[in-house]
């Protein structure tokens, strides 16, 4: 619903923020004026209660969100309520009295349609338990755990500790081998490596009393380092067979809901980990606090499907020949791995940071919640808002709806707020923004784009965002806009972000902003944002030059060695090269290529090499020959089926062969496939498989 259509609230909380009802009005567009409320949620309440009448309601203040939603409940309201934070993001500033055109921009926001829905990954859990780690603490957690959870136990170190009693759940030995799945389906295989099986043993306490090393305690696991192979333990056991020390089946395994991990380092080794394992080391505290979050995960959860990939246009592979490793060395999950050609992504593993569609060079991998074009529209709304209030310069802050919104409203309330240029827009995950979109805000008219991050986030995915602004920047750069239009700030700390933010100085923007809509389709996107700023540059060029592993290039080939046999064509995902067709020809579209080296790996004659840059002249997207040669006809029809300097490499390789001895093999060579055919059936004299004895 436009903003025209919806009921606006805004309080100025207090007379703490200069708010300008006309201006406002103004920028937005609005027939109605607006009203600028004091105390919206304490004496003027009853404004708020009159427009619970109307279909949709605007609320410009998040801290009392949780009071207006319960007032809407009570009064039995069906409207829509939005809440839009005027206050930390622009009023509550230094520079308050000149933020009315982000304010304007933020409103804005709210006659913005909900993005698309999209696919959701399911998980259904049954409490189903493993606990891991040494015999104390597994055994007192399960202890615990038990009267809520289906437990089991995999103890990974005997030593200390006492199994309970009572049997109330199963509790194994032995050293973990793998551990792998996500909530409701986890793997984990282990070795049985003492030579008590404790699901065998009754506890009878047998072999503790007839051990003369004392090498068994009431863990009922044998220390092997006191152990002197009396054998005495295996005599008191008897027919229970639960100890023997030359066990052939030691490999145990078992699938499980969940998994709390007391070991003192996680055994999953990724940055995140899957939904559903829970490893807090050592530490009592964070032990407890692991532990209960475990009843919460029990039954039938939902997620958004964070990605799209589409493996037509994948540059990981090709014919065994690896390409582009981007998305598989940025993903923090583990939740990408090769399947042949392609790439494979478990869903349930993946945690929707977008970091594999940000470097992804050719569009194959793509963020789906929110899409870019959902967040194109945002930017552009904003961007055009704040820029019809009069507003110059916009900086957009990009940052997480978690830690990031608490430290923007503490810079809020301890500092000078943030600058009026600097407009904050929530993303999901701070490694979503990409090439695509920060060259598409900069078409859009912005001056700049800073990404905030936590220190976490900056460690797993801050060099490849810092790597997709380096190559933005030098494309801005060289077309003449001058500063620095994109950083990246990875603090959790108001006073740094303070001092960061209010440092930067405009960069600058184009003089008109791009009408267009940001395209699902990455390549898309980038094509028209890069021909805008091209188009409106301060300083036009046709060619500027990238670092390595920038998405565009070229393709050079040494014609000298390429003998135009079409491996590199054959293995171009992208259709950057191709054929002559009906002649024995190479070309190449510039505007195509994503550099993932395929071609240069398969080649035969090593005589492709890469060279990353950006053409901005026409010729980036016609076909541009990069080698071609006399076609060779076949000595018998006349017919071209190849290269004369395929050919001739080829008898000069075989020329003084035994099998070509004679001449007629030798000229079969220069003979198309239909004729070599008819010459061999007509040739008689020629030794055929047939006449082999053995």
């Not at 209660?49 to 207006?68: I, M, R, W």
């Not at 490999?251 to 990724?270: E, G, N």
């Not at 490893?279 to 209960?292: I, V």
């Not at 050919?647 to 198309?672: E, I, P, W, Y």
Request: aromatic residues 6%.
């Amino acid at each position: 619903m436009p903003l025209e259509d919806r009921t606006l609230k805004i309080c100025n909380c207090n007379k703490t923020m200069a708010l300008d009802a006309r201006a406002l009005a103004a920028a937005l567009q609005l027939k109605q004026p607006i009203q600028i409320h004091t105390e919206l949620c304490r004496k003027e309440v009853g404004s708020f209660q009159e427009s619970l009448k109307d279909e949709s309601c605007v609320v410009a203040c998040t801290q009392e969100a949780p009071l207006f939603s319960e007032l809407a409940r009570e009064a039995g309201a069906a409207t829509q309520l939005k809440f839009i934070n005027i206050r930390e993001h622009a009023g509550w500033s230094k520079e308050g009295a000149q933020a009315t055109p982000k304010i304007a921009a933020l409103l804005a926001l709210a006659g913005m349609p909900e993005p698309e829905s999209v696919p959701v990954v399911n998980y259904q859990s049954g409490g189903q338990l493993l606990v891991i780690g040494p015999a104390e603490a597994a055994i007192a957690w399960a202890d615990k755990l038990a009267e809520q959870l289906d437990v089991n136990v995999l103890v990974t170190r005997g030593k200390g500790g006492e199994l309970p009693a009572e049997r109330r759940y199963p509790v194994w030995s032995g050293k973990l081998k793998s551990l792998k799945g996500h909530l409701g389906e986890f793997e984990v295989a282990w070795e049985q490596d003492n030579p008590i099986d404790l699901e065998v043993c009754t506890r009878c306490n047998a072999c503790i009393h007839a051990c003369p090393e004392q090498a068994i305690d009431f863990s009922y696991q044998i220390d092997m380092d006191k152990c002197k192979a009396h054998r005495e333990c295996v005599k008191s056991c008897g027919a229970i067979r639960a100890i023997d020390f030359e066990r052939a089946e030691r490999a145990r395994s078992d699938r499980f809901d969940m998994v709390l991990d007391l070991s003192a380092q996680p055994l999953i080794k990724t940055p995140q980990l899957p939904q559903g394992y829970l490893a807090p080391g050592a530490d009592p505290l964070e032990q407890a606090l692991a532990a209960s979050q475990l009843g919460q995960m029990v039954g039938e959860f939902e997620k958004p499907r964070f990605f799209a990939y589409n493996e037509k246009i994948c540059a990981h592979s090709r014919s065994a020949k690896t390409g582009c490793n981007q998305c598989l060395d940025v993903c923090s999950t583990g939740a990408i791995t090769p399947d042949g050609n392609y790439v494979k992504v478990d869903p349930h593993l993946c945690m929707g940071c977008g970091g594999c569609a940000t470097v992804c060079p050719s569009g194959a991998m793509t963020y789906a919640y929110p899409r870019v074009p959902d967040l194109g529209a945002r930017l552009k709304r904003v961007l055009s808002v704040y820029a019809q209030a009069g507003g110059k310069d916009a900086c957009l802050l990009l940052h997480n709806a978690g830690e990031n919104r608490v430290l923007i409203a503490k810079l809020a309330r301890r500092g000078k707020g943030l600058p009026a240029r600097v407009i904050p827009l929530e993303v999901h995950h701070p490694a979503s923004v990409g090439i695509d979109v920060l060259l598409g805000a900069l078409a859009y008219g912005a001056s700049q784009v800073v990404v905030l991050a936590t220190p976490k986030e900056a460690a797993e995915y801050g060099e490849a965002v810092e790597r997709q602004m380096g190559y933005a920047e030098t494309i801005v750069n060289a077309l003449g806009y001058g500063g620095a239009h994109f950083r990246m700030m990875a603090t959790d700390e108001h006073a740094a972000l303070e001092k960061e933010i209010w440092a930067l100085a405009p960069a600058a923007s184009v003089a008109k902003p791009a009408a267009y809509n940001l395209s699902p389709e990455k390549r898309t996107t980038l094509e028209f944002a890069i021909d805008h700023l091209a188009k409106h540059a301060p300083k036009p060029q046709e060619e500027i030059k990238l670092g390595a592993g920038a998405p565009y290039g070229q393709v050079l080939v040494n014609k000298g060695t390429c003998t135009l046999c079409m491996a590199c064509v054959g293995a171009c995902p992208e259709s950057a090269l191709v054929d002559g067709r009906d002649r024995p020809m190479l070309k190449f579209i510039e505007r195509n290529c994503v550099q993932c080296g395929l071609c240069e790996k398969t080649c035969p004659e090593n005589a492709i090499a890469l060279a990353p840059r950006l053409l901005l002249t026409a010729q980036a997207k016609q076909e541009v020959v990069l080698n071609e040669a006399e076609p060779f006809n076949c000595v018998r029809c006349g017919k071209p089926f190849g290269t004369r300097q395929m050919v001739d490499n080829m008898l000069g390789k075989l020329t003084g062969h035994s099998m070509f001895a004679g001449g007629g093999a030798l000229k079969r060579l220069q003979m198309c496939a239909d004729c070599r055919v008819v010459d061999m059936m007509e040739n008689k004299n020629e030794i055929s498989i047939q006449d082999v004895k053995r």
